[in-house]
């Protein structure tokens, strides 16, 4: 099973190898005000003029990890309208944001709205990325059946943002599309369990991936995917049955015995307790001949939990829950789900899955060469 959080790290991270000058700015101007508690204090005045409520603290971003990134740009464009008045009042900040030294690049102050339409772009295509991780990062609710739903997101978005008619926002999205093709655009690549996960939600089951593999792969490929699913689906259903069907005990023999035992107990008794014996021999036999009478027409587990509705989208919707619920019904299905729903789709948390270098250099360990440090990391 890969890492789907580390799979979204390595697809946004391919989309900004190239940063738009506009972030570059933005990230110039946030150092500039977090300088000196004089900077910060008149920009919380401007906040202040401008009356704006937000008490988030801006934050600066680390180039190597988008999520910081995400963030800082998120921040700051809730601030547009103060930083606009302290660019006004401060006379000092041009001068600041067009120096060119010590690694900065001087591309000067946020002072059209290009600027800021580009940041609020750049800050709704960081948030879906940003969004699914900590989704799929969860560890307090199941996951796999929530892969199905946020992969089908990504692709759609970035889908779109192909097409766009910005041409920054449409080379970074096809960068990000060769990344998911590679991880996640070819279906059978993918571990059929997860699959297996999206059916056993009861909210989407195999119509919806039938409907979703159609769209996207077209009807003869997304038949002939679904075939070899529903094959995986049912091999896995048998064994589970195999598996109850050798665990339950022979009901009839124990009820025998135990009544022959108590028989024995009491002599006042004895015809009373040998009666009730036979009436229940007489109904287990006869539910077991009606059950054998019915058993090609009834159908089974899989096919009843398909052919029933998909539940309502619901953001309430608790998968275990339903499943607890409905585990009677569907003694066997309930049993695979308890196993397949357990599989978590990301191995670390979502701050661990943004970047791995926090881990490396710590302020304990700061002063690392970078062979070392290289060497550290890959390993």
């Given at each position: 099973?890969?890492?789907?959080?580390?799979?979204?790290?390595?697809?946004?991270?391919?989309?900004?190898?190239?940063?738009?000058?506009?972030?570059?700015?933005?990230?110039?101007?946030?150092?500039?005000?977090?300088?000196?508690?004089?900077?910060?204090?008149?920009?919380?005045?401007?906040?202040?003029?401008?009356?704006?409520?937000?008490?988030?603290?801006?934050?600066?971003?680390?180039?190597?990890?988008?999520?910081?990134?995400?963030?800082?740009?998120?921040?700051?464009?809730?601030?547009?309208?103060?930083?606009?008045?302290?660019?006004?009042?401060?006379?000092?900040?041009?001068?600041?944001?067009?120096?060119?030294?010590?690694?900065?690049?001087?591309?000067?102050?946020?002072?059209?709205?290009?600027?800021?339409?580009?940041?609020?772009?750049?800050?709704?295509?960081?948030?879906?990325?940003?969004?699914?991780?900590?989704?799929?990062?969860?560890?307090?609710?199941?996951?796999?059946?929530?892969?199905?739903?946020?992969?089908?997101?990504?692709?759609?978005?970035?889908?779109?943002?192909?097409?766009?008619?910005?041409?920054?926002?449409?080379?970074?999205?096809?960068?990000?599309?060769?990344?998911?093709?590679?991880?996640?655009?070819?279906?059978?690549?993918?571990?059929?369990?997860?699959?297996?996960?999206?059916?056993?939600?009861?909210?989407?089951?195999?119509?919806?991936?039938?409907?979703w593999f159609k769209k996207i792969m077209g009807?003869?490929?997304?038949?002939?995917?679904?075939?070899?699913?529903?094959?995986?689906?049912?091999?896995?259903?048998?064994?589970?049955?195999?598996?109850?069907?050798?665990?339950?005990?022979?009901?009839?023999?124990?009820?025998?015995?135990?009544?022959?035992?108590?028989?024995?107990?009491s002599g006042s008794t004895v015809g009373r307790?040998?009666?009730?014996?036979?009436?229940?021999?007489?109904?287990?036999?006869?539910?077991?001949?009606?059950?054998?009478?019915?058993?090609?027409?009834?159908?089974?587990?899989?096919?009843?939990?398909?052919?029933?509705?998909?539940?309502?989208?619901?953001?309430?919707?608790?998968?275990?829950?339903?499943?607890?619920?409905?585990?009677?019904?569907?003694?066997?299905?309930?049993?695979?789900?308890?196993?397949?729903?357990?599989?978590?789709?990301?191995?670390?948390?979502?701050?661990?899955?943004?970047?791995?270098?926090?881990?490396?250099?710590?302020?304990?360990?700061?002063?690392?060469?970078?062979?070392?440090?290289?060497?550290?990391?890959?390993?």
């Amino acid at each position: 099973m890969r890492c789907s959080a580390h799979i979204l790290n390595l697809i946004v991270n391919e989309g900004l190898k190239e940063l738009d000058e506009s972030v570059i700015k933005v990230r110039n101007l946030v150092k500039y005000v977090k300088f000196s508690l004089a900077r910060l204090a008149k920009f919380r005045t401007c906040v202040e003029k401008k009356k704006l409520q937000c008490a988030l603290s801006l934050c600066l971003d680390v180039p190597t990890r988008w999520n910081s990134t995400y963030l800082m740009l998120n921040i700051v464009e809730k601030y547009q309208r103060a930083f606009e008045l302290l660019q006004e009042d401060d006379g000092h900040i041009y001068n600041y944001l067009n120096e060119n030294g010590l690694g900065r690049r001087g591309l000067g102050a946020l002072d059209d709205d290009d600027d800021w339409n580009r940041v609020r772009t750049f800050v709704r295509l960081l948030q879906i990325f940003y969004d699914v991780t900590m989704r799929l990062s969860g560890s307090m609710y199941a996951t796999s059946n929530l892969h199905f739903q946020e992969v089908s997101c990504i692709h759609t978005h970035l889908m779109a943002y192909c097409d766009s008619y910005d041409d920054l926002l449409s080379a970074m999205a096809f960068r990000m599309k060769l990344k998911y093709e590679k991880y996640w655009g070819d279906v059978q690549k993918i571990n059929k369990l997860l699959f297996v996960g999206v059916i056993l939600d009861p909210r989407y089951k195999i119509v919806t991936l039938e409907f979703w593999f159609k769209k996207i792969m077209g009807v003869e490929e997304g038949d002939k995917f679904i075939e070899i699913l529903k094959v995986d689906i049912e091999r896995l259903y048998r064994h589970y049955s195999d598996g109850l069907s050798s665990d339950e005990p022979r009901m009839g023999s124990e009820i025998s015995d135990d009544y022959d035992y108590d028989s024995q107990s009491s002599g006042s008794t004895v015809g009373r307790e040998r009666g009730s014996s036979n009436l229940l021999c007489i109904l287990q036999e006869f539910h077991q001949s009606r059950a054998s009478r019915n058993l090609l027409d009834c159908k089974n587990e899989l096919e009843r939990y398909y052919l029933e509705d998909v539940e309502s989208p619901s953001s309430v919707f608790d998968i275990l829950t339903w499943w607890k619920v409905n585990s009677t019904k569907f003694p066997i299905i309930a049993r695979i789900a308890r196993d397949v729903l357990a599989i978590p789709i990301t191995t670390v948390a979502s701050e661990s899955a943004f970047n791995t270098g926090g881990r490396v250099l710590d302020p304990y360990r700061s002063s690392l060469a970078p062979k070392i440090v290289e060497a550290l990391i890959c390993a």
